[in-house]
């Protein structure tokens, strides 16, 4: 997820990514997302067990930013609102 200029990038794991991109959007959760708007979708992956998921994150938030963007827009150039496409 991210802001809405782009700047921020937060990676996180849920078992419910409706309720938590509701929760970020409704600025519902206190601490790093609420302090810099993170309210926009822009990446997610979906994992059948959450150790899988749970793996994925940790990956994912040893990268340097570059790969993070790399990896974003290998399916999201424009970095649209992906929220859509789970509610």
Partial sequence: MTN???KILYTGVTN???RRVYEHKSGLVKGFTLKYN???LVYYEMF???SM???????IKSWKRTKKVELIETLNKKWE???GEIF
């Fill in 53 to 59: 998921a749970i793996s994925r994150e940790k990956q």
């Fill in 48 to 50: 059948d067990s959450i």
């Fill in 4 to 6: 809405v200029w782009n």
């Fill in 38 to 40: 993170v309210k926009k």
């Fill in 81 to 83: 609102d992906l929220s």
């Fill in 16 to 18: 419910d990514i409706v």
